[in-house]
């Protein structure tokens, strides 16, 4: 029974009911405190509503909207910013799989012979002399 009167009531807001209906939220809004503190707040909204919309489309309105559209900042574009995430994450990967490319090409041409290990490993006897003879201090 709630329900079909709230139903009611709001209805009566915006356009007439039949007899029948109008008695029935006629008795309830008598007899039901709550259901008349209801109706005051719907009414209140209703009454800012208007106001509110009333105000805010004041001549000038286009233009607020408009400036305000305008004086936004730009926001990046999610595409641009994922392209250039890959861009920069490929970049380090490319990198990384030329150095070990570079190294993997080093060991086949050790262990194929083209390049001796002793050449690989050598350090000669003046350079480590060399070393030894340099002031520390």
Known sequence: MEKRVLKHLVRSLDSALRKK???KLDRALAESADLRRQKAEVLS???A????SARSFR???EDRVMNRIRSAPEVPNRLEILVESYRWLLGR???VSVFVLIILIAIVL???GMIPKDAVFYVSDTTISGIL?????
């Open 21 to 23: 209906d109008r008695k």
């Open 45 to 47: 909204l209703r009454q």
């Open 49 to 52: 509503i208007a106001e509110e």
């Open 59 to 61: 001549p000038g309105f």
């Open 93 to 95: 990967l490319a990198a």
């Open 110 to 112: 050790v262990q194929d």
């Open 133 to 137: 003879q340099v002031p520390v201090l």
